[in-house]
Nanobody, 121 residues
Framework: QVQLVESGGGLVQPGGSLRLSCAAS????????MGWYRQAPGKQRELVAS???????NFADSVEGRFTISRDDAKNTVYLQMNSLKPEDTDVYYC???????????????WGLGTQVTVSS
């Protein structure tokens, strides 16, 4: 089993910043993909940003230039730095981690429980 613990969500004014963190623990041999998704009520979950093992990143058009994603492999942790936040960034943000189990070498994909980000004055 692989567990994810997210932190860093909250309430921020438009133009402000937040940093989300997601730490993975458990039977992990290696992690090849980490990312953040968001989902509003009644809508599909959408990719916000992702990062591969070699550091390649991908961003949704709506956050390009405002958000950055990074990872600390020693801590099995992924970060999402969100700057110049807008009210339309308000959503529940979910962490996603994909890798290989240490005990079997099989592939896993885990999701966090989500953290609320609210951008409002």
């Amino acid at each position: 089993q692989v567990q994810l613990v997210e932190s860093g969500g909250g309430l921020v004014q438009p133009g402000g910043s937040l940093r989300l963190s997601c730490a993975a623990s458990g039977s992990i041999f290696s992690i090849y993909g980490m990312g953040w998704y968001r989902q509003a009520p009644g809508k599909q979950r959408e990719l916000v940003a992702s990062i591969t093992g070699d550091g390649s990143t991908n961003f949704a058009d709506s956050v390009e230039g405002r958000f950055t994603i990074s990872r600390d492999d020693a801590k099995n942790t992924v970060y999402l730095q969100m700057n110049s936040l807008k009210p339309e960034d308000t959503d529940v943000y979910y962490c996603n981690v994909r890798g290989y189990y240490s005990h079997s070498g099989g592939i896993f994909e885990s999701w966090g429980l989500g953290t609320q980000v609210t951008v409002s004055s």
